[in-house]
């Protein structure tokens, strides 16, 4: 069957195959995004700051039930940009066992952010795997409407 797709065909194929997922994602982080803005809020105690750099790491815990959970996460973004802060401005913003407002998913408490509607690039991402995505349906579904579009920019390269 692939032996029988156009070079055209093929590239949409990849072009599928690797934005689809990141599309999912990013899609799926945008609605945590907003839907945390109106989460639960509880004292959470930062446990853990460590690397600061290139890549620092944070653990908080929370209590939610009695029970006490444990999350890394900032944010819902694609990117590691909550994570790699500026040194300066991680050590300033979270120190161990800082007090901090956590926010919660009420259905699962399991799934907590510190830093509610942070959205850090995602509507950006959303915009290019899109593009990426109808491009990839273009090449792989209508590849001869793909080269009437695109023909001419094909032609210069």
Not at 11 to 39: E, M
Not at 123 to 134: R, T
Request: aromatic share 12%.
């Amino acid at each position: 069957m692939l032996t029988s797709l156009t070079q055209i065909q093929i590239s949409g194929l990849v072009a599928l195959v690797v934005s689809t997922p990141f599309l999912i994602k990013s899609v799926r982080n945008l609605y945590l995004t907003s839907a945390s803005k109106h989460w639960t809020k509880v004292s959470g105690t930062i446990k853990e700051t460590s690397g600061f750099g290139l890549k620092n790491r944070l653990l908080y815990e929370y209590t939610v039930n009695r029970n006490t959970y444990k999350s890394h996460k900032i944010c819902f973004t694609n990117s590691n940009s909550a994570k790699n802060q500026s040194a300066s401005v991680f050590e300033k913003k979270y120190a161990q066992n800082q007090i901090v407002d956590v926010y919660y998913k009420p259905r699962n408490p399991k799934i907590a952010v510190l830093e509610p509607g942070r959205k850090d690039g995602l509507l950006l991402a959303i915009i290019i795997l899109s593009i990426l995505f109808v491009f990839g349906c273009l090449a792989v579904f209508d590849p001869g409407f793909f080269l009437q579009l695109f023909g001419s920019y094909f032609q210069i390269i």
